[in-house]
């Protein structure tokens, strides 16, 4: 269990002071400058040293996609993006950090900033995010005013951080989309390469950045990457928060280390499971777009990237839903299916044509209006779409149906067995997959 001085988000439940005078009493902002006077090799090799991996669900080692944009300028500004548009249903934490402890993210756009040779930032907040974008807002105008951005402040490095409301679609998520989108058009995901690091907002240098991912930096800095690299298990460092949502005592978002048994997860600070360890059906570890895993399965888990590959999920966004024994766990995943479906951009043709067909095949599996054959054929078709799209949206939704196949194939069956018992005995006609 993390203990209280390595919490790096000390108001993630907004019951202390968010204003700039609140964050710098909790130790925010404390110096900043002496930060950027290390210079950029050095703050890049920390967070490298650091072991911190990506918060926005891909885990990529942040210190090292800092290195990627290029050190000399060729005449083109560079720029830092802050992906704050997040949709992946379960999770919600980047909105705690916005909401409630915003400065965390401030400070941490001026660090990434200047390690990247970046004098401006956008922050691309969520649609739905309205309150959100307000306390963020207020808290960037808060640092102009006190002199910590804008050109000649206090910490010797010219920043500006703008937000930008997205318009509400999932797929501006994905990092080229969400700069297509920044750019006035629409948010469809890029060809890669070229790379953002090479031509990215605007056709200039860009590293996009989850909202935790950024956070985070400044803490790292301060206390050193031997702290941050002590907690958790190799190559799964760090604290990390972690949304649970579904049937637990006490649903909540919980900054933890890295590494964390799921048991101890769930009763430490979601009040165990509604009806007890018994009444567990099933988890999705990661946010939507991970596979489920059965209940059983998860006694042993251990809650960082490893510890979910082992169990043939993914640890994505640490959006932990917890679903119990009262779940309709086919209609569950239908409904995935459902929201990937109205998701999908459409611009690949395995993506808008397979999330329409699975989550068809899928409504018809919920009533069991199917035969037995069709799913080899529904996992099949998820091997098709998954890796041959543009972006991992194609992935996402392939994901939850693959672990449904491969974890609950036993409950498919039993609902066909039974609306075919129920229909021969009607006389009523089977449907056939399309």
């Not at 108001?11 to 609140?22: A, E, P, Q, R, V």
């Not at 920390?46 to 080692?61: D, I, Q, T, W």
């Not at 909401?99 to 401006?120: Q, Y």
């Not at 640890?315 to 024994?325: Q, R, Y």
Request: proline share 4%; glycine share 12%; with cysteine.
């Amino acid at each position: 269990m993390l203990k209280d001085q390595d919490r790096i988000f000390t108001n993630i439940y907004g019951l202390k002071d968010k204003s700039l005078k609140g964050a710098m009493s909790r130790g925010h902002w404390d110096g900043t400058k002496q930060i950027l006077e290390k210079g950029r090799d050095w703050i890049i090799n920390e967070m490298k040293a650091s072991g911190l991996r990506g918060r926005g669900g891909a885990g990529f080692p942040t210190g090292l996609k800092w290195s990627f944009m290029p050190k000399e300028s060729d005449g083109r500004p560079h720029y830092l993006v802050v992906n704050a548009d997040e949709s992946e249903p379960g999770t919600c934490k980047d909105r705690d950090i916005m909401r409630h402890d915003p400065h965390t993210l401030i400070e941490g756009c001026v660090i990434a900033g200047f390690a990247m040779g970046a004098h401006t930032a956008y922050i691309y907040v969520r649609g739905e995010y309205m309150r959100e974008r307000e306390a963020l807002q207020a808290a960037i105008d808060e640092c102009y005013d006190a002199g910590l951005l804008g050109p000649n402040n206090k910490n010797g490095w010219d920043f500006d951080i703008y937000v930008h409301h997205g318009a509400g679609a999932y797929i501006c998520g994905e990092e080229t989309a969400l700069l297509e989108s920044l750019e006035g058009k629409k948010g469809q995901p890029r060809l890669k390469p070229p790379f953002p690091a090479n031509m990215g907002l605007y056709g200039c240098p860009t590293t996009v950045n989850n909202v935790e991912s950024i956070a985070v930096a400044p803490t790292i800095l301060r206390r050193g990457a031997g702290w941050f690299s002590s907690i958790g298990r190799p190559n799964n460092v760090g604290t990390k928060l972690f949304m649970i949502s579904g049937h637990v005592n006490k649903p909540c978002t919980v900054e933890e280390a890295m590494g964390i048994p799921f048991r101890e997860l769930i009763d430490k600070h979601a009040g165990g499971i509604r009806g007890g360890w018994d009444n567990l059906l099933a988890v999705i570890p990661g946010g939507a777009s991970c596979p489920v895993i059965r209940g059983e399965d998860m006694g042993d888990a251990i809650m960082d990237f490893d510890g979910m590959r082992d169990k043939k999920s993914s640890f994505g966004t640490a959006a932990v839903i917890v679903m119990d024994k009262s779940t309709d766990i086919i209609k569950a995943i239908a409904r995935l299916s459902q929201f990937f479906k109205h998701e999908s951009c459409g611009q690949c043709t395995p993506c808008r044509e397979g999330t329409g067909w699975m989550w068809r095949v899928m409504e018809r599996m919920v009533k069991g209006n199917a035969q037995k054959r069709e799913i080899d054929m529904l996992f099949q078709v998820t091997k098709q779409i998954e890796g041959h799209t543009i972006c991992a949206l194609g992935d996402a939704a392939a994901w939850p149906v693959q672990g449904l196949i491969r974890n609950f194939r036993d409950e498919i069956e039993a609902r066909i067995d039974q609306y075919t018992h129920n229909a021969t005995a009607q006389g009523a006609v089977m449907e056939a997959a399309e």
